[in-house]
């Protein structure tokens, strides 16, 4: 499974538009990459998933270039209940899935 | 459908105790999985189901732990003589065979004292 590698903390205002880019330069051809949002004491809850190039839902955008070694989740107009863990996984659909430590996102009023 | 249930929320027991956590999916859900999460840390995969057919284990997963999904329905999580190194979240999650998602449940938190 590929290894990811994503920063352990963000800081952001309520509002603004937050990008928490991933690498994972092993990705294979059958991987997806996959985000997760976790909250304190709750489990991890799935944000968006792609393949290659963009995916957009009512939550957040999905940026994956041609080679596919990295990856860009897009939060647009953080509130301050976004503030929470972001997790970036890389691996197929059918397989469990492998966590890193995520990304530490703190949203400020 | 509410979600992944487990029980219980928290759990406290002295070292060398068993404990049995549960665990019940989303109903038509067949593929369950156990995972463990320490402070600070993404959560670690124990262990999953298919239907009633347990297909991986992880090496984390020592002779201390078992796991079993009767029926194919709910699942149990049972540790055997704890140790204070079993302290943890212990996360399930369900999803349909061929979903890119998995529906997590908010956990048991262990604590061994």
């Known amino acids: 499974l590929a290894k990811t590698t994503q920063p352990i903390s963000m800081d952001s205002y309520e509002g603004q538009e937050v990008n928490i880019t991933c690498s994972h330069n092993?990705?294979?051809?059958?991987?997806?990459i996959t985000w997760y949002q976790q909250f304190p004491s709750q489990g991890p809850r799935f944000i968006i998933q792609?393949?290659?190039t963009k995916v957009t839902n009512e939550v957040a955008s999905l940026f994956i270039p041609a080679d596919r070694k990295s990856s860009t989740l897009s939060l647009p107009r953080v509130s301050l209940s976004d503030t929470a863990v972001y997790y970036c996984?890389?691996?197929?659909?059918?397989?469990?899935?492998?966590f890193g430590t995520g990304t530490r996102l703190q949203v400020f009023p | 459908d509410t979600g992944v249930s487990q029980n219980p929320r928290h759990k406290i027991t002295k070292r060398g105790q068993n404990v049995t956590f549960r665990c019940d999916p989303i109903?038509?859900?067949?593929?369950l999985y156990w995972y463990r999460q320490t402070l600070g840390q993404g959560p670690e995969f124990l262990t999953y189901?298919?239907?009633?057919?347990?297909?991986?284990k992880s090496r984390l997963l020592s002779d201390r732990f078992s796991a079993e999904r009767p029926k194919g329905s709910f699942s149990t999580l049972e540790i055997q003589r704890t140790e204070q190194g079993d302290s943890a979240m212990y996360l399930c999650?369900?999803?349909?065979?061929?979903?890119?998602?998995?529906?997590f449940g908010s956990g048991t938190q262990l604590s061994v004292l």
């Open positions: 999650a369900s999803s349909p065979g061929t979903a890119v998602w998995r529906d």
């Open positions: 092993n990705i294979a051809t059958n991987d997806y």
């Open positions: 792609g393949y290659k």
């Open positions: 996984l890389v691996g197929p659909n059918t397989d469990k899935l492998i």
């Open positions: 109903s038509e859900h067949n593929r």
């Open positions: 189901f298919q239907n009633e057919a347990q297909l991986e």
